[in-house]
């Protein structure tokens, strides 16, 4: 599940964080809050909630984003699989309840959770961040 994995002086400068919300702030100026409380004005507009977005943590500036979308690589950060990683297979609406996430991991075994346990690493098969020998 969750490894301590040795990080490179590169990405010690960087920091993935999960958008909670997108709203439009006084005098119509756009902002995005994530997990960890930061505020980011002006972000990317294509960038909306349960997105991850990759901070450099010197400047406060966003230097990649990933979309919450079908084929990404995501963590699970709460629940019974939390630790597990895996590919997002599909995504439940459930209109006035919690929505549900379908991952499936390197082995091949599927499993599901809500999804603000869900916290998207990567594009497709590769992570922004290193990962554990077995890919979590």
């Known amino acids: 599940r969750f490894a301590i994995v040795p990080i490179a002086a ?16 006084k005098r119509g100026i756009p902002y995005i809050v994530t997990h960890d ?25 966003i230097l990649d984003h990933v979309k919450f979308e079908v ?22 609406k459930h209109p006035g309840g919690y929505d549900i996430v379908h991952l499936k991991d390197t082995k091949g075994h599927s ?13 497709g098969n590769t992570s922004l961040v290193d990962l554990p020998k077995r890919k979590g």
């Open 71 to 92: 084929g990404n690589l995501a963590m699970v950060t709460g629940g019974y699989s939390q630790g597990r990683v895996g590919v997002i297979s599909h995504r439940e």
């Open 37 to 61: 409380g930061r505020t980011i004005r002006y972000p990317d507009p294509l960038i909306k909630a349960n997105d991850t977005v990759k901070i450099d943590i010197a400047e406060n500036k």
């Open 10 to 25: 590169k990405e010690a400068n960087v920091k993935l964080c999960r958008v909670r919300s997108q709203q439009m702030g």
């Open 111 to 123: 499993f599901a959770t809500r999804i603000t346990n869900v916290f998207v690493i990567g594009h």
